[in-house]
């Protein structure tokens, strides 16, 4: 099967604005109605490893990431959330204590939905229930291909898929070119690597013409040869 940007992305992210947005207009308008929205600076916790979940989180505006401390080594980075996107379901959904940690990337405006009131609103609306199950199983099976490609694949492949995943997920839409600004431990927490072999990557990728680096800013010119470098 020809690997393409989407199917990778597919394996390795999950993004639920879609789901969302395929929700019929009377659940998403009636959901967002019922939430409080506020806003955060960059580094901000959502939630904390260990705590119990009181509502779940929609991303109006600005980037969140997901990640897990690990003993000895630091965080592994789950996801990367922006615009339009859910947040905290899952512990939500199974009533147990947040398997991991969220904080924001950039400033934002999110959007908080307490759990009394989403029950509500999954006892209205049926096809809200449906729409949070997929995105839990899916959630799940990302989860599969993130461990299993961290075993299988050397640095210079996750840290190509990591470049995909940030170019797509935080794009500056620069041109026709993808582009973003992320500190190189943010990449180090997604690809279980050290800072020190995200650099090295990244120079040689830069040698090699895949993409350019100004300070924090990433500019992805040849998305096709990260594709066939994650392979």
């Known amino acids: 099967m020809l690997l393409t940007k989407e199917i990778l992305l597919e394996q390795f992210t999950f993004n639920s604005r879609q789901e969302f947005e395929s929700l019929p207009e009377n659940v998403r308008m009636d959901f967002l109605k019922h939430m409080v929205v506020r806003r955060y600076r960059r580094g901000d916790a959502l939630f904390v490893e260990g705590n119990y979940p009181a509502g779940l989180y929609y991303i109006m505006k600005g980037y969140a990431k997901k ?3 690990l003993a000895g080594y630091g ?3 789950i996801n990367i959330y922006g615009s339009g996107e859910l947040i905290g379901y899952a512990a ?3 009533q147990e204590r947040y398997p ?3 904080v924001t990337l ?3 405006e999110i959007g908080f939905v307490s759990a009394e009131t989403l029950n509500m609103l999954q006892r209205k609306y049926d096809d ?3 729409m949070l199950m997929r995105n839990l199983g899916h959630e799940f099976g990302v989860l599969s291909n993130i461990i299993a490609s961290n075993a299988q694949r050397n640095i210079r492949q996750r840290v190509a898929i990591a470049l995909l995943i940030f170019g797509e997920k935080m794009n500056l839409n620069e041109q026709s070119h993808r582009s973003f600004k992320v500190p190189r431990k943010e990449i180090a927490g997604m690809v279980a690597a050290s800072v020190e072999s995200i650099v090295r990557v990244l120079r040689q990728f830069q ?3 895949i993409i350019s680096i100004k300070g924090r800013k990433i500019t992805i010119h040849d998305e096709q040869a990260l594709l066939k470098i994650s392979l």
């Open 207 to 209: 040698k090699e013409g």
């Open 100 to 102: 991991d940690s969220a």
């Open 67 to 69: 990640f897990k401390l």
């Open 75 to 77: 965080e592994q980075i």
């Open 106 to 108: 950039s400033e934002a």
């Open 128 to 130: 809200l229930s449906r």
């Open 92 to 94: 939500l959904l199974s």
